[in-house]
């Protein structure tokens, strides 16, 4: 019947692939989580040379996984051949940021590779590859991965940013002692970083007496517009401090919850936080990926349009994109 043709797989590319990010999101992509519970895979896991032989570890457990849509593993130090035919790209691989370090630090180690790995996808992806960026500084990968990839369309290269979005319903959740899965629409702005800002002023909860506004139930502006705040932007500085390790599987889940609702659509009524290449939306200047609320249908994202910005929320949209302003010539100065 109908029902038992398969799909043909999907490739997905996973870097830095025996790391704490890549360990934990192979299996969540090879059961389905990411593209669907009846979308074969096909992975390509990449990392570096010194980390074959744990990276050939994790492909020994795939095998052992026995995940019914798991098609293929490739797993490789080769970029051109963990890149060949690719139609999805995580971008995980790069220098995690230790305990004390700001993003800045990890910069010139990271956005070297994202320069290199531009041509590769450029080279020997599949047309209409969509790329996720994960590794930090993530805004920033993604916008020299796209320099440097000139011939991928500018809306196919994204970086994450659900993970603050997600950080953000799940401090709202705990708050209001509501399930975090009815409250949506919060909006994670501009850099994935500590200037980010997390506004809740268009979130609301789904009740027994329908959908109120975060803002009325919460009942707290105080509250809203300092701590809540600022525990969101230094989430991940609070995990590194208590795992001594950054994020992981918060991370791998939000990844692919963004891969996810891009390519089989957000729900009525909901909108996600991508960065995404500005087009000067929300007087954001074109030329930054910065985070902005979407709603994606049929693979392509939108800026969600036309909310109100109050003067408190301006300011902070503006100060988070000069961060990247100055990250994007920092950038460029380290890869002189
Ligand atoms: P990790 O050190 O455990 O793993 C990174 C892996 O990348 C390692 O296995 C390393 O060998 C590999 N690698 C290094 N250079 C590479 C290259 N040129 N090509 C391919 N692989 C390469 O780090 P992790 O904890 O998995 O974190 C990965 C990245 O994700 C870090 O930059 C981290 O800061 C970032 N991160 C981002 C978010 C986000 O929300 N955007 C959240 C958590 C972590
Ligand atoms: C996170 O947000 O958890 C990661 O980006 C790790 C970090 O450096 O903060």
Redesign the pocket.
Same mark, same amino acid.
């Given at each position: 019947s109908f029902l038992n043709i398969e799909k043909d797989p999907v490739r997905v590319l996973v870097? =830095?692939? *025996?790391?704490?990010? =890549?360990? *934990?999101i192979v299996p969540m992509i090879a059961r389905g989580i990411m593209l669907g519970p009846d979308q074969p895979v096909i992975l390509h896991l990449?990392?570096?040379e /010194? *980390?074959a032989e %744990?990276?050939n570890g994790v492909k020994m457990e795939l095998v052992d996984a026995a995940f019914p849509l798991l098609k293929g593993v490739v797993a490789t130090?080769d #970029?051109v051949e963990?890149c060949k035919g690719v139609n999805v790209a995580v971008m995980? =691989?790069?220098? /995690?940021?230790k305990e004390g370090m700001e993003?800045k630090d #990890?910069m010139s180690k990271?956005v070297s590779?994202y320069k290199?790995?531009a041509s590769a996808l450029e080279k020997y992806a599949a047309e209409d590859c969509k790329v996720l960026? #994960? *590794?930090?500084p993530?805004n920033t990968n993604a916008l020299i991965l796209k320099e440097f990839a000139p011939s991928i369309p500018e809306k196919n290269i994204t970086?994450?940013?659900? $993970?603050?979005h997600n950080r953000a319903l799940g401090q709202i959740s705990e708050r209001l002692k509501e399930h975090v899965s009815d409250v949506k629409n919060a909006i994670i702005w501009g850099n994935?970083s500590s200037t980010q800002y997390p506004d809740v002023n268009h979130a609301t909860v789904t009740t027994s007496s329908g959908e109120t506004p975060v803002r009325k139930l919460v009942a707290d502006d105080q509250w809203l517009n300092t701590e809540f705040i600022t525990t969101v932007q230094q989430r =991940?500085a609070a995990i590194i401090k208590a795992r001594k $390790? %950054? %994020? !992981?599987l %918060?991370?791998a889940s !939000? !990844?692919c919850d963004h891969m996810r609702d891009w390519v089989l659509g957000t729900p009525k009524g909901t909108w996600v936080s991508m960065g995404v290449y500005s087009d000067g939306s929300y007087g954001i200047q074109p030329g930054l990926i910065y985070s902005f609320p979407v709603t994606c249908e049929k693979g392509q994202w939108s800026i969600v349009q036309g909310l109100k910005i109050d003067e408190f929320s301006r300011a902070k949209m503006d100060a988070t994109a000069k961060e990247l302003i100055d990250e994007k010539s920092l950038a460029y100065s380290c890869l002189d």
């Open positions: 870097t =830095g692939a *025996a790391g704490q990010i =890549g360990y *934990a990449l990392d570096i /010194p *980390a %744990s990276l130090t #970029v963990a995980v =691989g790069g220098f /995690p940021r993003r #990890v990271n590779i290199a790995q960026v #994960v *590794a930090n993530a970086c994450l940013t659900r $993970l603050d994935h =991940g $390790l %950054s %994020s !992981a %918060s991370a !939000a !990844a």
